[in-house]
């Protein structure tokens, strides 16, 4: 399947290193963002996922749930996750999918529907298994980054991203290229200037479709 933003995610169970889930159910009311990987025991994959560990206060702060998944079983992960902790000297708080049969990698429209895992593969078999996605509460695809294997992913620019995320959602505004938190926003061009002057007061318009204002409270 071709996933897209503000489509539903698939639902699914999976094992992972911390048991069996169901999807959507372990999302629950919470955001929720799933990171992939092409193998267990790479050495950027490690140096990620002790990223994402590290931000575990982050994530709870803003109601996010965080779960990786890679193309190894469990018990790979539960070994894997020891070297993860020794290299980012903490805990690895969130559960790793097991997706040996590529069924999540698939429905996530990672690897094509007839891709298998040959004997004695390398992580360039399933090297497209190196994505983002910020998932809503609504269970709908909020949005999605895909890397190479070569480029760490920038974990400080997906929680910039989910801060975006959550404040538009939740205010009803824009946010213009490069903003972080406390900065000003944008009125979206849906929002007449009649509606904007009593939803957000005053504004700046530095274009009829490009209106700037503070971040309502």
């Known amino acids: 399947m071709s996933l897209r933003i503000n489509d539903v995610v698939p639902d699914f169970e999976a094992d992972t290193s911390q048991g069996p889930i169901r999807f959507h159910e372990w999302i629950g009311d919470n955001w929720a963002i799933l990171f992939s990987h092409p193998k267990d025991f790479t050495p950027v994959c490690t140096t990620e996922f002790g990223a994402v560990a590290k931000l575990n206060d982050e994530w709870n702060k803003r109601g996010t749930k965080v779960i990786g998944v890679s193309v190894d079983g469990v018990e790979d992960h539960k070994k894997w996750i ?66 190479p294997m070569n480029v760490g992913r920038n974990f ?20 213009p290229a490069d903003w972080n938190v406390g900065e000003d926003v944008i009125i979206p061009p849906t929002v007449s200037d009649e509606d904007a002057k009593a939803k957000f007061g005053e504004y700046e318009t530095i274009f009829p479709y490009l209106r700037w204002t503070k971040l309502p409270k």
């Not at 000297?89 to 999918?97: A, E, K, N």
């Not at 429905?107 to 809503?136: C, E, H, K, N, W």
């Not at 400080?156 to 946010?175: F, I, P, S, Y």
Request: aromatic share 6%; with cysteine; net charge negative.
């Open 82 to 147: 020891n070297d993860i902790s020794s290299f980012a000297s903490c805990d690895v708080g969130f559960p790793i999918i097991a997706d040996e049969d590529l069924k999540v990698a698939k429905q996530f429209d990672m690897l094509p529907a007839d891709a298998y895992l040959p004997d004695g593969r390398t992580p360039a078999d399933s090297a497209t298994v190196r994505s983002v996605f910020i998932i809503g509460p609504d269970k709908q695809l909020k949005l999605s980054m895909t890397y």
């Open 156 to 175: 400080a620019e997906v929680l910039r991203a989910l801060d975006a995320l959550q404040t538009a959602n939740g205010k009803g505004v824009a946010t």
